[in-house]
């Protein structure tokens, strides 16, 4: 300390020359005694009562006491301070992340341990990215600047390309469907893709149609790949068996699984690979399609074929189809566009959606995940951003492969708060496949035709596309010409449509009837029970 510390006498109250003390606390230790100012010792606080010397119960008095002098202010800790702390306890959650991580590894069978140990290893590139980042910082809403002017280009000035070569260009795309949704929001189970939407098809059979109807028209060869998660794969694989015969090549691939983590350790909940509920597990959201794609062997299988685009989208927007001027403006531009995202004008059903921004001389995309909160109000602006994301990507494919080899494929981390059935409070670290666009040359937006963008994520939409408001012609929803408005309504269900939570609990052996027109809402019914006419 730059103070003194000072020793008196207690029976004289005289300042006490250099002398050496031992400590009373801990395994003991010793303390230095140093000349002060008698007066200095009003001030000085706290103290700590040192032992007698000699410590021979039969010498007389007096004791000794040191005072120790602690600064009255409160010493703030400096930036540098601080940061050397964060840095220690990041560098020690990862090392411990890293040890359970490969405890986890050897809990899988042989033969799958290689394929565990990529997918932890993304994981793990996540989980670093996540701590050495600081995504609680947020973003910076001073540097946020429009997108720059011919970075956003109309759609309409697309239709003046001529298409009179469309076998050729088709013969150079492939479409990735993003498969890994269950439909469990809309009370279904299962893929939400085998869900039935119009005329008994399903969202799976609508895509194929679409693509068949393609190849037969033009000749041309436009192969289907889709994304699976663990929570779709074992489903999808049976389903495809009934598109054996269609015109179509069907491809499929999973995405990652990652653990989830708890949010009080940050250690996985998961302590095996093979009896490990589900719940344990996530897939990190659709910006893992990149890595996953790689690490499958189909991208390099497609660019040996003279691939050159990927079209991506989800499989519920059931107005992400091929659109062939969009496709001759990328194959002809004499800018090449790596990267293309699809947008369209925002509405009050979209407020929340993602946009498109210019940060740090970079086109990205901005997520209302990354908004802070004093500004969450003016993102929903639909006079300042006019725009969102459809998630309708055209990405192109040697591109991909290079930023993925080069290692400089950075997306934004999305934190997802979640609390398991058994009531843990964990964390999921999740990307979005459009925030890519910052890692691609050339990386452009088209303002499309809201007809572009029609998603099925409820009940209430897909109320909608049941409805006459839309035509169906060889898997493609048009809107009814007989429409006035280009814009379909907003539904929303009363909570008369909301069944509440009932859970049946009856063990072997046991029978619970259930009488006719009995009404049932949030319960939970158990024991041995029979009810029987009288």
């Known amino acids: 300390s730059s103070r003194k510390n000072v020793c008196y006498n207690t029976t004289t109250?005289?300042?006490?020359?250099?002398?050496?003390?031992?400590?009373?606390?801990?395994?003991?230790?010793?303390?230095?005694?140093?000349?002060?100012?008698?007066?200095?010792?009003?001030?000085?606080?706290?103290?700590?009562?040192?032992i007698p010397i000699p410590t021979n119960t039969n010498t007389p008095k007096p004791y000794w006491y040191c005072y120790i002098p602690i600064p009255l202010h409160k010493r703030t800790p400096s930036q540098t301070d601080l940061a050397a702390f964060k840095d220690l306890t990041k560098k020690d959650a990862l090392n411990t992340l890293q040890k359970e991580l490969?405890?986890?590894?050897?809990?899988?069978?042989?033969?799958?341990?290689?394929?565990?140990?990529?997918?932890?290893?993304?994981?793990?590139?996540?989980?670093?990215?996540?701590?050495?980042?600081?995504?609680d910082s947020g973003i910076d809403w001073q540097e946020i600047e429009p997108p720059p002017e011919g970075t956003v280009i109309p759609y309409k000035k697309l239709l003046e390309l001529p298409t009179d070569d469309v076998k050729d260009i088709l013969n150079r795309l492939i479409v990735v469907k993003l498969n890994g949704g269950l439909g469990t929001t809309m009370g279904c189970q299962g893929p939400k893709s085998v869900i039935s939407v119009r005329s008994g098809l399903t969202f799976l059979d609508l895509t194929i149609q679409q693509l068949e109807q393609l190849n037969r028209t033009y000749g041309c060869d436009v192969p289907l790949i889709l994304m699976n998660s663990f929570n779709t794969h074992e489903e999808t694989e049976k389903v495809l068996q009934k598109y054996f015969h269609v015109s179509v090549k069907i491809y499929n691939f999973n995405q990652s699984k990652h653990p989830r983590i708890d949010r009080e350790t940050m250690l996985p909940i998961a302590k095996s690979i093979t009896n490990s509920e589900n719940e344990c597990w996530y897939p990190p959201g659709h910006g893992d399609v990149?890595?996953?794609?790689?690490?499958?062997?189909?991208?390099?299988?497609?660019?040996?074929?003279?691939?050159?685009?990927?079209?991506?989208?989800?499989?519920?927007?059931?107005?992400?189809?091929?659109d062939l001027y969009i496709l001759k403006y990328?194959?002809?531009?004499?800018?090449?566009?790596?990267?293309?995202?699809?947008?369209?004008?925002?509405?009050?059903?979209?407020?929340?959606?993602?946009?498109?921004?210019?940060?740090?001389?970079?086109?990205?995309?901005?997520?209302?995940?990354?908004?802070?909160?004093?500004?969450?109000?003016?993102?929903?602006?639909?006079?300042?951003?006019?725009?969102?994301?459809?998630?309708?990507?055209?990405?192109?494919?040697?591109?991909?492969?290079?930023?993925?080899?080069?290692?400089a494929l950075h997306m934004e981390i999305i934190v997802n708060n979640k609390t398991t059935d058994k009531g843990v409070n964990v964390i999921q670290l999740e990307t979005a496949s459009g925030a890519a666009i910052k890692n691609f040359e050339g990386a452009i937006g088209i303002n499309v035709p809201r007809r572009r963008f029609l998603p099925v994520k409820t009940t209430s939409d897909l109320l909608l596309v049941m409805s006459d408001l839309f035509t169906l012609n060889r898997g493609n929803l048009v809107m009814n010409p007989q429409r006035s408005f280009p814009s379909v309504p907003l539904v929303k269900l009363g909570s008369s449509f909301t069944k509440g939570t009932v859970i049946i609990i009856a063990n072997h052996g046991e029978r619970i009837d259930i009488p006719q027109g009995a009404?049932?809402?949030?319960?939970?019914?158990?024991?041995?029970?029979?009810?029987?006419?009288?």
């Open 102 to 135: 490969n405890k986890l590894v050897l809990t899988a069978p042989p033969q799958t341990q290689k394929t565990v140990r990529t997918e932890l290893d993304g994981f793990e590139k996540l989980f670093s990215q996540y701590l050495l980042d600081n995504v």
């Open 290 to 322: 990149y890595l996953s794609f790689y690490q499958s062997g189909l991208l390099d299988q497609f660019i040996q074929q003279g691939k050159e685009y990927m079209f991506l989208s989800n499989i519920d927007n059931l107005g992400a189809t091929i």
């Open 13 to 50: 109250n005289e300042q006490i020359r250099d002398v050496t003390i031992p400590i009373p606390f801990g395994i003991g230790g010793i303390g230095i005694g140093i000349i002060g100012k008698k007066g200095e010792r009003e001030s000085l606080s706290p103290f700590f009562p040192i």
């Open 330 to 407: 990328l194959l002809s531009s004499e800018i090449k566009h790596e990267f293309v995202m699809e947008v369209t004008d925002k509405t009050r059903a979209d407020v929340k959606g993602g946009t498109l921004i210019q940060y740090q001389d970079k086109l990205r995309l901005l997520e209302i995940a990354q908004v802070p909160k004093e500004h969450v109000d003016e993102f929903k602006s639909v006079s300042k951003f006019r725009i969102f994301n459809t998630n309708n990507l055209w990405i192109n494919l040697p591109a991909i492969k290079r930023v993925i080899e080069e290692q």
């Open 519 to 534: 009404i049932l809402e949030n319960k939970i019914v158990s024991g041995n029970l029979r009810i029987l006419d009288h």
